[in-house]
């Protein structure tokens, strides 16, 4: 992963000359794996696989009744904070919506603390207190986890002025879904960003379903990627499913905030196999299109592919992926035998005297 591991608690070309910068649709076609070594590829497999397998050991705990409320998991959407995640620096802050697991383990936080996090266990990254939908790690500089739709990116923008603030160079990943890119919050942010030359990159992850809307039925404007441009907000849209594509997008968006022109915006066409939420039968698309897209789109497919293209063995991958269900196993085991936080918990973390 990109970070050091976290502890657990116990469409269009530039504008003309002297305008800003227009949105740009993504670009056809599949980049070279060339450019690109088996040692890095491996890191992206290994890394998508570690999000894939985690959310599937998630699905089945919830089914087991060990994980309560809301569980929103990741499946099909793991090249885009994969991708994203190389791009970051140290310093860097990261924020997001509930779907949010997978982007807590691309940060590096461990995958105990997050699965015993899920499981209401003394032994997540707050204290079991937080679930699914909320629990942070300002060790790894990752702050949520929003429930509130939308509501991660004025606090996302903030964390932005805070970088600006403090001239470490730093700058703000905040992401949120075609769900909630019609909130009012998000254009009062946007228009603070673009007025403060704030260091963001604002991150939307169509999924092509905000619940179980489709973006057709619930935006007059389909291509997101061009939402910031009433407040001279440059944007660009990336094929989600392909960690290549979102790792060089990232890289050139990181380059602009990060050099003081501002924020820019990035729309990832990605897809989640699974219903908006553990108890969405999803029943709004057919099983023929999620296996449409699974079979000609997964992301991790497509790393593996490029890896058996280059003589990598299928062998050694497979041992990989053994590897990677013996750390999440791990995580699920220590999650259970965690014990529940003690009820004196109730009435910590409320108040800060300063």
Not at 184 to 209: C, D, H, R, T, V
Request: proline residues 4%; glycine residues 12%.
């Amino acid at each position: 992963m990109a970070r050091a591991s976290a502890k657990p608690a116990s469409a269009k070309k530039t504008a003309a000359a002297g305008k800003k910068p227009g949105p740009q649709k993504a670009a056809r076609g599949r980049p070279s794996s060339s450019r690109y070594t088996e040692e890095e590829l491996l890191g992206y497999y290994r890394d998508m696989l570690m999000i894939r397998r985690f959310e599937e050991k998630a699905g089945q705990l919830y089914g087991m009744g060990l994980i309560g409320g809301f569980c929103h998991l990741y499946i099909g959407q793991e090249a885009v904070i994969t991708g994203v995640m190389k791009a970051a620096e140290k310093q860097d802050s990261t924020i997001t919506s509930y779907r949010d697991h997978g982007h807590m383990l691309a940060c590096g936080m461990d995958p105990k603390g997050v699965m015993a996090e899920l499981t209401g266990r003394e032994g997540g990254y707050s204290k079991g207190k937080g679930g699914s939908m909320h629990m942070f790690s300002t060790e790894a500089n990752f702050y949520g986890g929003h429930g509130i739709v939308g509501g991660q990116v004025p606090l996302g923008t903030g964390l932005a002025f805070a970088h600006r603030y403090k001239k470490d160079n730093g700058v703000c990943y905040c992401y949120f879904g075609d769900g909630a890119v019609n909130q009012g919050q998000i254009y009062e942010s946007f228009n603070m960003a673009s007025l403060w030359k704030l260091p963001i990159i604002y991150i939307i992850e169509n999924n092509k379903y905000g619940m179980g809307t489709s973006i057709e039925r619930a935006s007059a404007t389909t291509e997101l990627y061009s939402r910031g441009a009433a407040h001279g907000i440059p944007g660009k849209q990336v094929n989600g499913m392909n960690i290549l594509d979102v790792r060089d997008a990232a890289m050139d968006a990181a380059g602009h905030a990060r050099s003081g022109k501002g924020p820019i915006i990035l729309e990832m066409k990605t897809y989640r196999y699974r219903g908006h939420s553990m108890s969405d039968p999803a029943k709004y698309r057919s099983k023929e299109e999620v296996q449409k897209v699974r079979s000609e789109s997964d992301p991790i497919d497509l790393v593996k592919q490029m890896l058996l293209d280059n003589g990598f063995s299928e062998d050694r991958l497979k041992e990989i992926d053994k590897e990677v269900k013996a750390v999440v196993s791990e995580a699920a085991t220590f999650a259970q035998d965690s014990p529940e936080p003690h009820p004196s918990e109730l009435f910590t973390d409320v108040l800060i005297e300063a």
